[in-house]
């Protein structure tokens, strides 16, 4: 089993800056990829960035420029710089870790970010 606790998550000002934090706990060896997705009300959960642990980088096209995703393996965490927040990004964001073995993928319990305008 893997567990992800997500952190850093509030409400900002459109424009502003959170950087979100999660930590990777268990059987961790299992993990290549790393990432976070997001979930706005009414809607589906859709990915947001992703990261391997040789550090390859995927970025949904809404967030290219803005965010940046990033990991750093002797601390099993990942982390997602969010700078230049617009109001739709809010949404409930998840930390994703995807198993190597099986592709089964663990999920954190979520972190709200609201940006009002």
């Known amino acids: 089993q893997v567990q992800l606790v997500e952190s850093g998550g509030g409400l900002v000002q459109a424009g502003g800056s959170l950087r979100l934090s999660c930590v990777a706990s268990?059987?961790?060896?299992?993990?290549?990829?790393m990432g976070w997705y997001r979930q706005a009300p009414g809607k589906q959960r859709e990915l947001v960035a992703t990261?391997?642990?040789?550090?390859?980088?995927n970025y949904a096209d809404s967030v290219k420029g803005r965010f940046t995703i990033s990991r750093d393996n002797a601390k099993n965490t990942v982390y997602l710089q969010m700078n230049s927040l617009k109001p739709e990004d809010t949404a409930v964001y998840y930390c994703?870790?995807?198993?190597?073995?099986?592709?089964?993928?663990?999920w954190g319990q979520g972190t709200q970010v609201t940006v009002s305008s």
């Open positions: 990261i391997t642990k040789g550090g390859s980088t």
């Open positions: 268990g059987s961790i060896f299992r993990i290549n990829a």
């Open positions: 994703n870790a995807r198993s190597d073995f099986d592709g089964f993928d663990y």
